[in-house]
């Protein structure tokens, strides 16, 4: 069965510190996919990346990265020089592709950065 | 303005009172979900639609219904609801399999 792990429930830092948030996943599939989502203290949910099995290149997007490792089935996002406006909750999420038609998508339990000025 | 809709959006209703929670999304999305979220446990999926009459299990469905009768629309019903059901549930859609979601605003249910 599906199951993501964020073992870091939350993390303090202090404005301009690099921070990394961690996402382990497990899965019997070969073929998945991963996903990170923000959750703003407004409450809406926002979509950040999805990086399927096959891709294995690290990517980035302007201050964020995530470093995806198939051989430690993890899926970890950094924040360099973090901003107040990073605050959020953090989730990762793992879709198994060979359900078939199946859309289940498990979510960890998320990482709640706080970022301090 | 592309976007999910849910309401009511705070609900505070008694154990045993069936409900609707209305989900509507105007980009055409095939794919739609259910999520209830609470504190410690993180998001988990209730239903999920693929079409319109398809639509299958999450994780935790125990309790709820859902209906595709419109692409547009997915209603989350709660036929005889119970104080564990009290969470906050996110409707979201996908343009295609396993790609992002857009979620809505989220609707905060209070069970007495």
């Known amino acids: 069965a599906q199951k993501v792990t964020q073992a870091q429930t939350e993390i303090s830092v202090v404005e301009k510190e690099d921070v990394t948030l961690d996402c382990v996943y497990e899965t019997r599939d070969t073929t998945y996919y991963l996903f990170w989502y923000k959750q703003p203290p407004s409450g809406e949910l926002v979509f950040l990346i999805r990086?399927?099995?096959?891709?294995?290149q690290n990517e980035i997007s302007g201050r964020y990265s995530w470093n995806f490792q198939k051989s430690t089935s993890s899926f970890n996002f950094t924040i360099t020089a973090s901003q107040v406006v990073d605050s959020a909750v953090y989730f990762c999420?793992?879709?198994?592709?060979?359900?078939?038609?199946?859309?289940?998508?498990?979510f960890g339990k998320g990482t709640k950065l706080t970022v301090n000025p | 303005e592309a976007q999910v809709t849910q309401n009511p959006r705070y609900l505070i209703t008694v154990t045993g009172k069936k409900l609707t929670v209305t989900c509507s999304q105007n980009?055409?999305?095939?794919?739609m979900s259910w999520y209830r979220q609470d504190p410690g446990l993180g998001l988990r999926q209730i239903y999920y639609s693929m079409n319109v009459e398809v639509t299958d299990k999450g994780d935790v469905p125990e309790g709820y219904k859902v209906s595709r009768k419109e692409k547009r629309n997915f209603p989350l019903i709660l036929e005889s609801p119970s104080p564990n059901q009290t969470s906050l549930y996110f409707c979201?859609?996908?343009?295609?399999?396993?790609?992002?979601?857009?979620f809505g605003p989220g609707t905060r249910l209070l069970v007495l």
């Open positions: 980009m055409n999305h095939e794919y």
């Open positions: 979201a859609s996908s343009a295609r399999r396993r790609s992002a979601q857009y």
């Open positions: 999420a793992l879709s198994e592709a060979s359900q078939g038609g199946s859309e289940k998508l498990v």
């Open positions: 990086r399927n099995s096959f891709d294995e």
